[in-house]
């Protein structure tokens, strides 16, 4: 039988793996030569590569992976790759407290997205912590958010629209490996910004860029994206949107840290909002009395074990689960 998680430990690694994108921005201010384009290429290469790697080791054929995968996960490894795309694109035209800001809303999206398509409803926590949250990500940016051309704008809000719409889409694939979208995305971002770095400057980057690379790409994507994946078989998309921004909250804090880069006040303050609704939400999850998820959502939709470090391996489509 596959492991499973009650919903207080789906938030919980949702909340972790949002801890472990958070390093994923100072990996690109750490860089010393290579432009967006080709950290974008390598990252999302060595993003590829790791989940290969993963789906091998837990003893599942990547071609069989792939084509067991049904339509909705494979739908949802593009939209994995536009998301690389859209967020690199959006930089250069919009300030990042914009895309920040915008970020922020992708809990409402993914809120009525999964009450449209899944009929999933939307807890009243839920509803409380999402205001909350996007408060303290408006302190945050403060006034900084500035002024960028229409496209900048648009691509912003179609990147929050797609962050929703992934956790929906993963919640309502059949029970394959986890760990195929990274595959798919990563591969298909990595050939995309491949073409455009080869258009330009070229693929070649210092050693060093390529180790920050393999840091974002491979540990960080590679590694806790096919865990993020599963987990949302256990966890209602708005809620994994909602604690997902604790990427945003905590990336200041790092770049603070290692670069020196001073927040300021309301950058803190703001965090501390955001960071403390969304841990307002887990404790709740966790005081309640309705740690599982109904039968129809829990177990027939969402993924089941597959490419996930730590967990068991994934047999086949036609085996029971628990």
Do not use: K
């Amino acid at each position: 039988m596959a492991p499973t998680l009650n919903r207080f430990q789906g938030s919980v690694a949702v909340l972790i793996c949002g801890v472990a994108f958070s390093f994923g921005p100072l990996t690109l201010r750490a860089l010393h030569e290579a432009d967006e384009w080709q950290y974008l290429s390598h990252r999302s290469f060595f993003a590829a590569a790791v989940s290969l790697v993963i789906i091998v080791v837990a003893g599942r054929n990547p071609v069989r992976a792939v084509r067991d995968a049904g339509l909705r996960q494979v739908l949802a490894g593009f939209l994995l790759a536009s998301m690389f795309t859209l967020f690199v694109v959006a930089l250069s035209r919009v300030s990042a407290a914009f895309v920040l800001l915008m970020q922020s809303t992708s809990p409402f999206y993914a809120a009525l997205l999964g009450r449209v398509f899944l009929g999933e409803p939307v807890s009243r926590d839920t509803l409380w912590a999402i205001l909350a949250a996007g408060i303290g990500v408006v302190v945050m940016v403060g006034g900084n958010v500035g002024v960028g051309d229409p496209v900048g704008i648009v691509l912003s809000i179609a990147l929050s629209i797609a962050l929703g719409g992934y956790a929906v889409l993963i919640r309502s694939a059949p029970a394959r490996d986890p760990g195929v979208p990274t595959l798919i995305g990563g591969t298909v971002a990595a050939v995309v910004a491949g073409l455009v770095a080869a258009s330009g400057p070229g693929l070649g980057a210092p050693a060093y860029d390529l180790w920050m690379a393999f840091i974002a790409g491979g540990l960080l994507i590679g590694f806790f994206t096919p865990i993020w994946n599963y987990v949302h078989r256990f966890v209602p998309p708005a809620d994994v949107s909602l604690l997902l921004i604790s990427e945003v909250v905590m990336a200041p804090l790092w770049v603070w840290i290692w670069q020196e880069e001073e927040p300021t006040t309301g950058t803190l303050v703001g965090g501390a909002i955001a960071l403390g609704a969304v841990l307002w939400l887990t404790i709740r999850a966790a005081r309640s009395g309705q740690h599982e998820l109904p039968d129809r959502m829990g177990r027939v939709r969402g993924l089941h074990v597959g490419s996930v470090p730590g967990f068991r391996h994934y047999r086949g489509p036609d085996d029971q689960v628990g």
